[in-house]
């Protein structure tokens, strides 16, 4: 079963599809990073403000450089922080759609422990592609951390387990500063030097 939930996950984002994910901190909806239409259903799902970016999850640090740019300054610390339950921001290369940045400059990425979200890890991995990570629930109301609080109209549902069932830390590389506290928020801080 659990091979079969990864395949069928993965042909779907193959398609153009949604799923509905587990991570180590909530679940996530997943879609293609470069088709763009599959981005649109995420923000229509989710009824999110088309104003407010999304942020990506990848299963290595080589498709981190596929999409941002990496200064070695930043390289050192994405090596401190990642894989680990932290969103990083970084500059967007022009690759990203904009449609996911939403103006900004910047991208949000994702890159969790093997060991703590393998579900995820193994669907991008098996996808070959990063894919969208924002949490699966409609906007402004509270975040799902099982496959039985899933209320979207997704096109799969993997089920699994979210070990933390709260959000990640945010920070911004660029301005070297914590958007958001949530797990791994001293490893965080630890690093910065704040």
Same mark, same amino acid.
Not at 133 to 150: L, M, V, Y
Not at 154 to 158: A, L
């Given at each position: 079963m659990e091979n079969n939930q990864i395949q069928k996950a993965v042909e779907v984002l193959k398609n153009g599809g949604?799923?509905?994910?587990?991570?180590?901190?909530?679940y996530g909806l997943g879609a293609d990073i470069f088709n763009e239409k599959a981005v649109q259903k995420i923000f229509n799902l989710k009824g999110r403000s088309f104003d407010k970016p999304l942020s990506v999850m990848v299963s290595s640090f080589d498709m981190i450089e596929n999409i941002a740019v990496v200064s070695d300054e930043n390289r050192v610390l994405i090596r401190k922080l990642l894989p680990g339950s932290v969103?990083?921001?970084l500059l967007k290369k022009d690759n990203v759609l904009d449609i996911i940045t939403r103006g900004s400059k910047l991208i949000g990425i994702r890159f969790p422990k093997k060991e703590e979200a393998r579900e995820a890890i193994e669907i991008i991995e098996q996808a070959g592609f990063p894919i969208i990570?924002?949490?699966?629930?409609?906007?402004?109301?509270?975040?799902?951390?099982?496959? %039985?609080?899933?209320n979207l109209a997704? %096109?799969?549902?993997?089920k699994g387990e979210c070990k933390y069932k709260i959000v990640s830390t945010v920070v911004d590389?660029?301005?070297k500063k914590i958007?958001?506290?949530g797990i791994d928020i001293y490893k965080t801080k630890k690093v910065l030097g704040v």
């Open positions: 949604v799923i509905a994910y587990p991570t180590e901190t909530i969103t990083v921001l990570a924002t949490s699966a629930n409609i906007s402004g109301e509270k975040e799902a951390s099982s496959a %039985d609080e899933i997704v %096109d799969f549902i993997v590389l660029i301005d958007l958001r506290e």
